[in-house]
């Protein structure tokens, strides 16, 4: 049974293959990533983290979701030396890297706890899978083209782990790199395959920041697998990646 909302002002679809009544485990899946949207997002007000850029980036009492995302972020800001970044050269709070990779693991963590064994969320392109969608057969997790909405630059097959992908294509130039605040230009596309999607989103993030000297770091830091595709069209991968027939991807 297929779930679909749009949570971040991103769709959002849950693909639940378990039998039985799946609906209740969806919805509390969706309700992390809606709790999360309130906190989180800087096109509210009340956020958490607009209260907080408000006030210059101080965050008197920050709440214990809050301290996690920091935390998470301040990790990969230290082990890419800085390329990935959670705070603006003003002291405010960009936490965008962090949070929908995060949310996304929060409702994965949701689906688990209802005992759901076969499903796939997949978080405007960044995807969980878990189990098979039939037969014992693994997820095939397409990568879109950097070139073309209807392309595609790859396909991987994946049982139990998270695939993300960052790159400029299409949010424009919104990375950058957090040492210097320059736009990353070296890659095309950095796709991270990791046991989260926590993980995996804000390394695909750092990668794609550092170029091809993000690769190694992402694996040390717990990714199994990453695929580039640099600015001359060359793409390159390392880690463990299965490859499907792109024709199969869903």
Request: aromatic share 6%; charged share 20%; glycine share 12%.
């Amino acid at each position: 049974m297929r779930f679909l909302e749009t949570v971040m002002g991103i769709p959002m679809s849950i693909d639940i293959r378990d039998t039985g009544d799946v609906a209740a485990a969806a919805e509390r899946a969706f309700s992390a990533l809606r709790d999360a949207d309130r906190r989180f997002s800087t096109y509210r007000s009340d956020s958490e983290v607009s209260r907080a850029n408000a006030a210059g980036g101080e965050v008197a009492e920050p709440s214990d979701n809050f301290r996690e995302v920091v935390a998470i972020g301040e990790g990969v800001a230290r082990a890419s030396g800085g390329a990935f970044r959670i705070r603006r050269p003003d002291g405010t709070w960009d936490l965008d890297g962090v949070v929908k990779g995060w949310a996304a693991a929060r409702a994965a963590r949701e689906l688990d706890a209802a005992g759901l064994h076969d499903y796939c969320l997949n978080a405007g392109g960044d995807v969980v899978v878990s189990g098979s969608p039939g037969d014992g057969r693994p997820w095939t997790v397409g990568i879109r083209s950097p070139h073309s909405p209807a392309g595609m630059l790859a396909a991987l097959s994946v049982r139990d782990g998270a695939v993300a992908t960052s790159g400029a294509y299409e949010r424009g130039d919104h990375i950058v790199d957090g040492r210097d605040g320059s736009t990353p230009h070296a890659l095309l596309s950095a796709t991270v395959v990791a046991d989260d999607l926590t993980t995996a989103d804000v390394w695909a993030t750092a990668v794609f920041a550092l170029g091809a000297a993000g690769i190694p770091l992402a694996l040390q830091a717990g990714a199994r697998g990453v695929l580039v595709l640099d600015a001359a069209g060359r793409l390159a991968g390392a880690g463990e990646l299965t490859f499907a027939p792109p024709a199969s991807a869903a």
